[in-house]
């Protein structure tokens, strides 16, 4: 019995001194740090590169927006930016281009005018307001669809969202789906005078 417990007690102090298993247990304590730290830096680059290719498509289509023969260009312009974000998307991505025209630089984004009676900031009951775009509302963003006529001011933007590349994002509390956003804003050429753009007077529900 006591020979028994003798060999026990030395298996078990051969047990504590053995050191063999120590970078096995300690590669998998680190490896899941390290393989989010590595799948987080490929996301991070695939996402700069993508918005720099997305930049670089709209500031091409920009200047294309511009030319005399762009109204009859359009889709070409679309199809050309979407065929070359989608390159270096992965699939599941989706594209939406969007086209505003405005009077002057100064409107770009702009909200449209209204008189705000009860100082609350928000056009409201029945306020009197100005509708620039002639859509019979009062928007946060006076731009007409489309690229509208000579000398007016473009807003092209492109929005893209498309599935991480990777897995994994949910333990670094990222969201499924990555969304990237750029805009060029440039006039038309000046191959006819500008029109005046009528406006109509509204009042705000």
């Not at 670089?56 to 359009?74: C, F, H, I, P, Y």
């Not at 984004?109 to 009062?138: K, L, Q, R, V």
């Not at 994994?168 to 060029?184: F, H, K, Q, R």
């Amino acid at each position: 019995m006591i020979g028994r417990l003798s060999r026990t007690g030395a298996l078990l102090r051969r047990l504590h001194a053995d050191r063999g298993g120590n970078t096995l247990i300690e590669f998998a304590i680190v490896s899941p740090v390290l393989l989010l730290m590595i799948m987080g830096l490929f996301d991070m680059a695939h996402t700069q590169y993508s918005r720099s290719v997305l930049h670089g498509a709209m500031q091409k289509a920009g200047r294309d927006l511009t030319l005399e023969n762009a109204n009859s260009q359009q889709v070409n312009i679309d199809q050309r930016v979407t065929d070359q974000i989608t390159s270096v998307m992965p699939s599941g991505a989706t594209i939406d281009l969007e086209k505003l025209s405005f009077f002057e630089f100064a409107d770009v984004s702009e909200p449209e005018e209204f008189t705000d009676m009860n100082n609350d900031g928000i056009c409201n009951n029945n306020e009197p307001y100005i509708d620039a775009n002639e859509n019979g509302g009062w928007d946060a963003n006076r731009g007409r669809d489309g690229i509208g006529g000579a000398r007016d001011v473009v807003l092209y933007t492109a929005t893209v969202t498309y599935p991480r590349l990777f897995p994994m994002y949910s333990m670094a509390g990222l969201p499924d789906n990555v969304t990237i956003e750029a805009s060029t804003v440039l006039r038309n050429q000046p191959f006819d005078e500008q029109n005046d753009r009528v406006t109509t007077p509204g009042n705000c529900p």
